[in-house]
């Protein structure tokens, strides 16, 4: 079975700084999609970023950048320049991309919070 | 906005109730998940449908049930509620079939508050 690491519960963070969230993984399948989501204070689940383990090129919308790396099975979000509103919990997820039915596999979160 | 829409958005009910909550999947989805995020818990995958058909269950206690209608929109029925039943609960959605393979991008809706009292 899949599952979905994140190491760390909570992140601090300066305004207008950069902060990385790690993640890994642990699939036995070749073809899979990974994603970021933020829920921040209203519970939301808001998709961030989506990265698919065929493509080498690492993911980017706009501040949010991920580092994938396939081998090591581990996929971080980059936050660059921070700001207030990123503050939230920031949970990692994991899908199979060879059928089988839903696996979205979800991580247990990294609470970020944004300092001034 | 991820295009889902859940009602009702807040919700409060005495155990022993039964609620229902109503999902509206992203319009072109055929593909309706619901999973449950209880207090400082991670988020459960309950069950989902594929334009009509139940393709996948998961953690869905039997006084639970859901379906999908023919428009597609999706009810998450509650039963004999219990206080442990107190959670959010998501309906998110997707294009494709997981169980067709080649990935999924699944957004969720801002969902639906159950407090049972």
């Known amino acids: 079975a899949q599952t979905v690491t994140q190491s760390q519960p909570e992140m601090s963070v300066q305004e207008a700084e950069t902060v990385t969230l790690s993640c890994t993984y642990d699939?036995?399948?070749?073809?899979?999609?990974l994603f970021w989501y933020k829920q921040p204070p209203s519970r939301q689940m808001i998709l961030v970023i989506r990265?698919?383990?065929?493509?080498?090129q690492n993911a980017t919308e706009n501040r949010f950048s991920v580092n994938f790396q396939k081998a090591a099975k581990s996929f971080s979000l980059k936050i660059s320049d921070s700001q207030l509103g990123d503050a939230a919990m920031y949970f990692c997820?994991?899908?199979?991309?060879?059928?089988?039915?839903?696996?979205?596999?979800f991580g247990t979160g990294t609470q970020l919070k944004v300092e001034l | 906005d991820s295009g889902v829409t859940q009602t009702p958005k807040h919700l409060i009910t005495a155990t022993g109730q039964r609620v229902t909550l109503r999902c509206s999947p992203r319009?072109?989805?055929?593909?309706v998940y619901w999973y449950q995020q209880s207090l400082d818990q991670g988020l459960q995958f309950l069950i989902q449908?594929?334009?009509?058909?139940?393709?996948a269950k998961g953690n869905i206690l039997e006084r639970f049930s859901a379906q999908q209608f023919p428009d597609l929109h999706s009810e998450l029925n509650l039963s004999s509620l219990e206080l442990g039943d107190s959670a959010l609960y998501f309906c998110?959605?997707?294009?494709?079939?997981?169980?067709?393979?080649?990935?999924?991008?699944?957004?969720f809706g801002e969902g639906s508050w159950l407090t049972v009292v």
């Open positions: 990265q698919e383990a065929y493509k080498q």
């Open positions: 319009s072109g989805d055929l593909s």
């Open positions: 449908y594929y334009n009509g058909e139940e393709r």
């Open positions: 997820a994991y899908i199979g991309g060879t059928g089988g039915g839903n696996k979205l596999t």
């Open positions: 699939t036995s399948e070749s073809d899979y999609y």
């Open positions: 998110a959605s997707s294009v494709r079939d997981p169980w067709a393979g080649g990935g999924n991008t699944i957004y």
